[in-house]
């Protein structure tokens, strides 16, 4: 299967914009489970799992996978997925959906390429912009995956809505931000390693003819800026996990967490869950771009002529 072929007219930036929201969710909903592995992976050993006298500890991925399902029950693994949707619409339509907009406004006229300067640039802007739109539904969906982790009575949220309630009113309309600047950070680094990875790959498939732009192009490209992406956010992502995660007064800042992370467990500690990041990231990589690259297809081939 090769998919949609390009069209003749190239999508708009309105089709992108809404191809990457809807991308962005389909890959979170397929990848989820993951991902909800890699946050409790991240955090333990700070938060404990009151259920018995001594605190359920995780083991690789499908080891935490298999206790979350035996100790909590299924739908613990797609806790916080309506926090997750909301935050790819938002999300996923900046950082993904304006990065060729953002490219092309960086180019200068006449140039007849796209430098690594440039890619990196827009990247970076996407990424930040992103973040600071959607910085809530990122700490609401971290704080509902660790929250399984507690016994009924610890829960501190009854809901998604309850719980953007909660955190406004008890630490402030601050506290739906916080860890705003690690995760500008993490996704500087994310978008830069895996949009201008996938935007080079796919680039050099096509301009050696290795491969035509179709569905095993996109595979390919995507699979290489899930790997890229994963390596170098880790440890900013490990970070960024715990200090969402904390309670308030817990840490000072992103610096303090990080310091705290670093004599608990030393550097080790800055690539936990990284099996996980790596399956969740590659996956979703995978799912994102390959439909991503068939919707905006889609919706080009839609447009009335």
Not at 219 to 238: E, H, L, M, R, W
């Given at each position: ?7 003749e007219v190239p ?82 339509s900046i950082r ?201 297809r889609a919706m ?6």
């Open positions: 299967m090769v998919g949609l072929k390009p069209p999508p708009t930036a309105a089709m992108k914009f809404v191809s990457a929201g809807l991308a962005g969710c389909i890959a979170d909903l397929c990848t989820f489970p993951l991902d909800t592995a890699k946050v409790r992976l991240q955090i333990q050993g700070e938060v404990r799992i009151p259920r018995t006298i001594s605190s359920v500890e995780y083991r690789g991925v499908l080891g935490t996978l298999s206790t979350m399902v035996r100790t909590e029950g299924a739908r613990s693994l797609y806790s916080g997925l309506a926090a997750g949707l909301q935050r790819q619409m938002s999300f996923a993904i959906g304006l990065y060729d907009s953002v490219k092309q406004l960086y180019t200068p006229k006449g140039a007849e390429n796209t430098g690594m300067a440039t890619r990196l640039l827009a990247g970076c802007t996407t990424g930040a912009v992103a973040v600071a739109c959607a910085q809530p539904t990122d700490v609401v969906k971290v704080r509902f995956q660790a929250s399984g982790a507690l016994s009924d009575s610890a829960r501190r949220y009854s809901s998604t809505v309850d719980a953007y309630r909660t955190i406004a009113r008890e630490e402030g309309i601050r506290g739906l931000w916080r860890g705003t600047l690690p995760n500008i950070a993490r996704n500087a680094i994310i978008n830069c390693g895996e949009l201008v990875t996938y935007d080079l790959l796919k680039d050099a498939l096509l301009r050696t003819q290795l491969m035509t732009d179709n569905v095993p192009c996109h595979f390919v490209a995507a699979f290489g800026a899930g790997f890229c992406a994963t390596v170098v956010a880790s440890p900013v992502d490990v970070v960024k996990t715990r200090y969402m995660n904390a309670s308030p007064g817990q840490y000072r800042n992103a610096l303090s967490c990080l310091l705290a992370l670093l004599m608990q467990d030393g550097p080790a500690g800055l690539y936990k869950g990284f099996v996980p990041s790596f399956l969740r990231l590659g996956s979703w990589n995978v799912v994102m771009f390959v439909s991503y690259e068939q919707l905006q080009a081939l839609a447009r009335p002529a």
